[in-house]
């Protein structure tokens, strides 16, 4: 048995060293193409990789003065801190509805939006309305914010003044002072925001599903319905499947942007309640109140559980279909 175990790890080794060195006689030929990635290799090292050392200010009490070696080492002070902070319950109440909500209606609108897109026949139109759907994409939401401010203002509000005049309503409504109203305003803006820049993927994949097999499903006496339903869809699965994993692994990032503009810089009292969120929160006590060993404990635990969320997701989507992040 021994003589055949060694013989076995030898060809073993062989393997991988046949291996490894096409891999780099593959890697020389495409030298070229290489080259081109070493931008992104360097962007992700400066602002991804190299930041990573300042995890460790969640376990020291930061001395902005005698910097991070004169800082006492504190181990979990400040994420027990958090823990037992009063506020905990609401902030993640707040982070997991909000990112749920999102997750529910702004990640399949522009699934739908790409398939109605697709089954419009006049080019010219297509192309207008695609261009048009993906500009909002390109206003800051600072923009966005004062928009949604003028258009539902108490006042002189186009929304307030339509509803009046359908009887909807008798008296104005403090749209952005409301909590009820929060969540699903907060909604919208996103949905209308992101819905047609997002939709590009899903049409560049539904480009590429082969003509033949809507011209075999047709001949079937397939509607356009059940061709969305039998082609369309399970085409572009994979694709859906990947940004679904993606958007899942964020989950713990409920918004900051369209969070902050939509209840004016976060001063807006009234809505904490219904706003307040783990990005929020951490700006508010990194920034604000300047407790930096407290705000990247709080944001270490974040990005925690967004790994967990991802690795969590990946592994139950290999396991239901063929694809997977890895």
């Not at 990112?99 to 990640?107: E, G, R, T, Y």
């Amino acid at each position: 048995m021994k003589p055949n175990t060694d013989t076995n790890i030898n060809e073993n080794a062989a393997t991988v060293t046949l291996k490894r060195k096409s891999i780099f006689k593959q890697f020389i030929s495409q030298w070229d193409l290489q080259i081109m990635i070493i931008p992104a290799i360097i962007f992700i090292l400066i602002f991804s990789y190299i930041p990573m050392w300042g995890i460790s200010f969640a376990f020291v009490d930061y001395d902005l003065f005698g910097g991070l070696s004169k800082s006492p080492w504190v181990g979990l002070k400040y994420f027990k801190e958090f823990f037992r902070d009063p506020n905990f319950g609401i902030i993640m109440r707040n982070t997991i509805f909000i990112s749920v909500i999102k997750l529910a209606f702004v990640f399949p609108a522009p699934i739908l939006l790409a398939l109605m897109i697709n089954e419009v026949m006049f080019t010219k139109f297509k192309r207008i309305f695609q261009t048009i759907s993906y500009l909002p994409h390109f206003i800051s939401w600072v923009t966005v914010g004062a928009f949604a401010a003028a258009l539902m203002s108490v006042d002189s509000g186009n929304v307030n003044l339509l509803l009046m005049k359908l009887n909807l309503i008798k008296e104005p409504i403090n749209w952005l002072s409301t909590p009820e109203y929060f969540w699903g305003i907060l909604v919208v803006a996103n949905t209308w925001k992101s819905i047609g820049y997002n939709a590009i993927i899903y049409l560049a994949a539904i480009a590429g599903i082969n003509p033949e097999l809507y011209e075999a499903a047709s001949i079937d006496g397939a509607s356009r319905f059940k061709q969305i339903w039998l082609i369309t869809l399970p085409s572009i699965a994979p694709v859906i499947i990947m940004l679904l994993i993606l958007a899942i692994s964020h989950m713990m990032n409920a918004g900051f942007d369209d969070i902050m503009q939509l209840t004016n810089n976060g001063n807006n009292a009234i809505l904490l309640s219904v706003s307040e969120v783990l990005d929020t929160y951490t700006f508010k006590m990194g920034i604000r109140e300047q407790q930096f060993s407290y705000a990247t404990a709080v944001g270490l635990f974040r990005s925690v559980v967004n790994l967990g969320l991802l690795l969590s997701a990946n592994a139950i989507s290999r396991k239901l279909s063929d694809s997977s992040l890895w």
